[in-house]
């Protein structure tokens, strides 16, 4: 079952609400594929692709704010998968979604969030220390 998990946390809460959300949309895609419920699983998708958008953008804007220096390919991966979803939704048009797709996107996820995302972490939580007293934060580097 496709589901976010604790060990998926950045400590950013906004982030980790954006991606538990993105998981019950993955988990909705697993149970359109399932029921064979196509239509159900193309809207899905639509729904899927809008929320990535604005979470993409939302979680560059925060790595931008931070100056985290891997921003440009933590933006280029974003926007390949981007691409990688539009694919998949306008095939679904036509065709089931098939468990592998499913799986591939929550694989793609999981990684990313655990990998990807993690890196950017002690940035964020740097900016977090200085705007909440006016100067860093002992704990953050």
């Known amino acids: ?77 974003h926007a390949k998968f981007r691409v990688k979803l539009e694919e998949i939704q306008l095939k679904s048009i036509g065709e089931d979604i098939s468990t592998d797709t499913v799986h591939f996107l929550t694989n793609w996820l999981t990684h990313h969030i655990a990998i990807t995302d993690m890196a950017y972490v002690p940035y964020l939580k740097r900016l977090e220390g200085v705007s909440s007293c006016g100067r860093p934060d002992e704990n953050t580097p």
């Open 1 to 77: 079952m496709t589901e976010w998990t604790p060990d998926l946390s950045t400590d950013v809460p906004v982030l980790d609400e954006q991606h538990k959300a993105i998981f019950q949309w993955l988990s909705e895609l697993e149970s359109a594929t399932a029921d064979q419920r196509t239509l159900f699983g193309v809207y899905v998708l639509t729904r899927l692709k809008h929320y990535m958008r604005e979470h993409f953008a939302a979680e560059e804007a925060m790595m931008k704010a931070a100056g985290y220096p891997g921003l440009e390919q933590h933006h280029a991966e």
